[in-house]
């Protein structure tokens, strides 16, 4: 009946939309037969959502992310050929112009944390190393704070950077192990998930953007194995093939070899780039 | 997977809402496959809605009533048994402390309008008058406008009023007939219904809430049969048998008899109430 009144809407993709999305509100009301106070309470757990958001805060992506519809939107977005690496939510903490640095560059500018090299091959579905792939690295302190939350605190571009693969398509970089970390609890997202019974927390993870003409872009995150939220991602972020392996090396020299003084973290992560839909 | 955090949420039936809200948003993902660029349009207008929302203004309500959910809320609260009146939206602009007057009473204060007498009886299930009835009735006025709308335009309870049944159960009184209008379309629903090619009007109405201790609340409206918008309501509040008749009455000696000068609309509607569900 709704639907019907769409007749003359000004595009066919609006009135596909609104059909959908009102079909499926009517069908959660028939299925919870909310009390006229329930129906009340949801109006204003939205509209304590809307009045929370402004430039710096975005409370509905917050609902979108901890309901797990972002992630879905990510998905019906993002089908790959068997054996391209995996997407996952891009999360509220990139910038477009962090620093291009040499392969091996450490982006941990106050030297505080645990040391970590990263590194790994980039290559096409084929096994064929890709050469110029730009790789957009970030990732939360020791502490679980972007650079961006901590203005005056950490250095600014902390933790962050880009670097182009050569011929053999490999990439390293040296960084700092990352936290896990709270996603904004203060508002009516974090009182939602406290009714529910549920954490705030996101596994330690370190994000990528790898980018190259012709080939998909990937967005994606790496995992820490042993971050205890890594089965209770809020956000529900994580996917078995994007868990990685933190190796503790204790030997003087591969720490010479990689220019730390101690032990230090080896994480290996390769990526695979579907080739672009035209 | 989303719903399986739930399971220590503070209550079984938050467990249950959230469960069904989620499956059906992720169906709607599914069945949409919005791209990122329409999920983030979706985010901007949930949060534009927000915003819109102060103490004078409920945009998320606005909202639920053009896609037909307020209504839907009412009717899974409102089954009746067979032959009981039809509840419809209370809408927004109902006041609690409305002056009680005497049968036959002018609720138009400023002898603006079509003059107008309405009239019925209020019986139970079975036709049995019913005595001590709360007949709580307000109107937009002949541009369409409630008195809490043009404070200082209009007088205080312009066109509203409270009368009670005696032993025969009927009612009568006198006002002026109403005129369709517009929901308030300056915001982003308003926005919405334009793309949608849908007009923002309400049919001409009178608004009633009819209660009597030990029956079930009736909160409802009576229509003007010949308002353009009838069968088009902006918020789907028309139910057929809420429609009724309004009869020129061109007869001095009635126009006497009732207190008018000339011609008046003359509207005859009986209301049955449900026993109330223990």
Chains 1, 2 share one sequence.
Not at 11 to 39: C, D, F, G, N, Y
Not at 67 to 85: Q, Y
Not at 216 to 222: F, G, M, P, R
């Amino acid at each position: 009946m709704v639907a019907a009144r769409n007749k003359n809407a000004e595009s066919e993709r609006l009135k596909e939309v609104m059909e959908v999305i009102t079909r499926k509100l009517h069908e959660a009301v028939k299925e919870i037969e909310p009390t006229q106070q329930e129906w009340f309470e949801a109006i204003m757990f939205l509209t304590k959502i809307g009045h929370m958001c402004d430039d710096w805060r975005q409370e509905f992506i917050l609902l979108s992310d901890v309901l797990g519809v972002s992630m879905l939107v990510d998905a019906v977005n993002s089908r790959r050929p068997s054996g391209a690496s995996e997407n996952t939510v891009l999360g509220p903490f990139h910038v477009g112009d962090a620093p291009e640095y040499a392969m091996g560059h450490n982006i941990c500018l106050d030297q505080k944390g645990e040391d970590m090299v990263v590194r790994g091959r980039v290559t096409d579905v084929d096994g064929n190393a890709l050469e110029g792939v730009k790789i957009d690295v970030w990732q939360a302190n020791d502490e679980g704070f972007y650079d961006v939350q901590q203005k005056g605190i950490q250095p600014d571009f902390n933790l962050r950077g880009v670097f182009r693969t050569g011929p053999d398509g490999r990439y390293w970089f040296r960084a700092v192990r990352p936290k896990h970390y709270s996603i904004p609890d203060d508002g009516p997202v974090g009182d939602l998930l406290n009714r529910l019974g549920r954490h705030p927390f996101r596994p330690a993870h370190l994000h990528y953007i790898v980018s190259k003409d012709g080939y998909d872009v990937l967005t994606t995150h790496i995992f820490d194995p042993e971050d205890k939220y890594l089965h209770s991602d809020s956000v529900f972020g994580v996917k078995e093939g994007l868990i990685a392996e933190f190796n503790c090396i204790d030997d003087p020299a591969s720490s010479e070899q990689v220019g730390f003084d101690g032990p230090y973290w080896d994480v290996e992560f390769d990526f695979v780039l579907a080739p672009k839909e035209v």
